[in-house]
């Protein structure tokens, strides 16, 4: 949830994994704000519970902690991520729905075991 500390987590891991030190793994923990669905009450959580994770936002703490980061800058990041998702949202919707017949095709596998 700290920006700041996946970008000097990765540079380390990246830099030890160039150095031959062999492979990383890096656990990158969030926190879900909204409920798992439209349809989902969310009472499984307590209000504070959320709450506390709110104040703790990624992109708040960024923009808050970010001398380089003005209004300008941010309102410009935000106007492309909003064009970059209309633009995904207009190709998946100019798509064609997957045929029903074909919706359990590699779930297992196509191939019958026979040899």
Do not use: C
């Not at 729905?97 to 196509?110: I, M, Q």
């Amino acid at each position: 949830m700290d920006v700041r500390a996946v970008e000097h987590a990765t540079a380390l891991a990246a830099d030890a994994v160039r150095g031959g030190g062999g492979p990383h793994f890096l656990e990158l923990r969030t926190y879900r704000f909204r409920a798992h669905s439209l349809y989902d009450p969310d009472r499984y959580r307590q209000k504070s519970e959320i709450e506390h994770f709110m104040e703790r936002d990624p992109l708040t703490l960024f923009r808050n902690s970010s001398a380089a980061l003005d209004d300008a800058k941010v309102e410009a990041i935000e106007k492309s991520v909003a064009a970059e998702i209309n633009d995904a949202v207009e190709f998946a919707q100019a798509g064609h729905d997957e045929p029903v017949a074909t919706l359990e095709r590699w779930v297992y596998s196509d191939h019958d075991g026979a040899s």
